[in-house]
């Protein structure tokens, strides 16, 4: 097995390099209407390369929004069957200027690959399409595949939604394996155990109803960007707990015993703060920085605008202050409910000077996935065999909302054998993603397959 497996991949590492550098030279970017055509390209481009590797039924499945590739190998109804997700759209690139090369001109440096989309998720998932080519031509492929690769995770997967609830028949499998999330780093494998859900909002405040002279005004009437930095402060208190009422009352209380299990897995504070530039980090009193990023929720502003932005200086008292604010949650909070909580309590804490709309984004729910089922098991001893070590479960502070669905729809538990790496800077400028990590990816995926059939007989 493994000389079959590691012949191959000597062989064909520049073909699997060029074919993922062809879909990150596309810029699928599903935010941004301006990239629809291109969405569609990358959707009929992976519709190929599913082809190419051997899957038959494959389609370009039409949905609201941007669409969905599916494509299956069905070699016999009586072995198990591996459902793969992935997304194949990108975030926006933007702010452009800070990036080395373009984001969809594909570099390799320094062992990395360079490109929006390199890690997330372009790269991670078309490890499993070359590891499925793999298991084709050497004869190896224990279990039925089939795939869906979605071009709107980074949207929210309100479609992939429908389609989910739409198709259950058809996506009929024993186990969902997605490769969207990371290792702790490339000596200390991990394993994703868990995903923070999401609630999302915009929010707007407006003062007076046009742009003020903020002399003729200044400090009659509410100036709407001062409320909104006010009312935003309030959100949280010296203890950096966040304040909304009813916000903490479905959090999973984790045990001692579970926390000390948790903060054995390798973590270095001086490096984390050096790798960020950071003299200090910042955080809910407490907890620890692994556990403010994974089993405690959180409340962010991603934004906020408003006023005079543009050269020198303008003296103005704006009408109207926006932001993004986005909350990450844990077992058991709903996304619903803790966007109703923050509408009620923003608007309850607003002056009578300002008015406030509220306005929820897409949201998603938490979700933790078992360490003890036999899919986890044969993604652990995949990982174990590849790396030489046995991987370490970790609960991530990101979210893939769909994740939770699979799990309420189809019933099926997901295993997130993702390779990325933090320093991978998915979703910032520069994003990359590791040759080694993505080789290790195609190496690994085959020994899922193999040790998943095996415990399943
Ligand atoms: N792949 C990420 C999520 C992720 C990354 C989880 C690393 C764990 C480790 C995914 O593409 C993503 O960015 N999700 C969004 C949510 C979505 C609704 C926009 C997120 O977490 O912000
Ligand atoms: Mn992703
Ligand atoms: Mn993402």
């Known amino acids: 097995m493994k000389t079959i497996i590691n012949n191959y991949i000597e062989t064909h590492k520049e073909r699997f390099l060029n074919e993922l550098f062809d879909l990150l030279r596309i810029p699928s970017v599903s935010a941004d209407q301006k990239y629809t ?106 279990c039925n595949v089939k795939f869906m690769i979605e071009g709107e995770e980074e949207v929210g997967s309100t479609n992939l939604a429908i389609f989910v609830k739409e198709n259950k028949a058809k996506l009929k499998a024993d186990v969902i394996v997605i490769s969207d999330t990371g290792i702790i780093a490339n000596d200390i494998p ?27 005004y ?64 910042h955080g809910e009193d407490s907890y620890s920085t692994n556990e403010r990023t994974s089993i405690r929720p959180t409340l962010d502003v991603n934004g906020i605008w408003g006023g005079y932005t543009g050269e020198g200086a303008k003296t103005v008292i704006a009408s109207k202050a926006y932001a993004k604010i986005s909350m990450r949650l844990v077992p058991h909070q709903n996304s619903d409910k803790i966007t109703e909580l923050f509408k009620n309590y923003f608007k309850s804490i607003a002056p ?44 991530s502070g990101g979210s893939i909302p769909i994740v939770a669905m699979f799990k309420s729809e189809l019933g099926l538990d997901s295993v997130l054998m993702g390779f990325g790496l933090d320093s991978d800077a998915i979703h910032s400028p520069n994003e990359s993603y590791g040759v080694f990590n993505y080789l290790k990816g195609i190496e690994t995926i085959p020994y899922f397959y193999k040790n998943f059939a095996e415990l399943k007989r």
């Open 352 to 395: 009578k000077s300002v008015k406030v709309k509220v306005t929820p984004h897409h949201g998603g729910e938490p979700v933790v996935t078992p360490s003890t089922s036999i899919a986890y098991k044969a993604a652990s001893m995949a990982m174990e065999t590849t790396f030489g070590k046995k991987p370490v479960p970790v609960r």
């Open 218 to 281: 200044g400090g009659a009437v509410a100036n709407p960007i001062n409320i909104l930095c006010e009312m935003i402060a309030k959100l949280k208190d010296d203890k950096n707990h966040i304040t909304i009422p009813g916000f903490y009352d479905d959090v999973e209380i984790i045990s001692a015993e579970e926390r000390a299990e948790m903060a054995k897995a390798p973590f270095n504070l001086d490096t984390y703060k050096k790798t960020l530039d950071l003299s200090d980090i």
């Open 190 to 216: 991990s394993i994703t155990v868990g995903l923070r859900g999401l609630s999302y909002v915009e929010v707007e405040v407006t003062g007076p109803n046009r742009d003020l002279h903020s002399g003729l």
């Open 37 to 142: 055509a291109d969405v569609q390209k990358t959707a009929e481009a992976i519709k190929e390369k599913l082809i190419a590797a051997g899957a038959e039924k494959v389609e370009v499945c039409k949905t609201a929004g941007h669409p969905i590739v599916y494509g299956e190998k069905m070699i016999d109804v009586k072995l198990p069957t591996v459902l793969v997700y992935g997304h194949y759209d990108v975030q926006p690139a933007d702010p452009i200027e800070l990036w080395s090369s373009g984001p969809f001109e594909p570099v390799i440096k320094d062992g990395k690959i360079y490109a929006r989309g390199a890690c997330d998720d372009k790269g991670q998932m078309y490890m499993h399409v070359k590891a499925f080519e793999l298991m084709m031509q050497t004869n190896t492929l224990p």
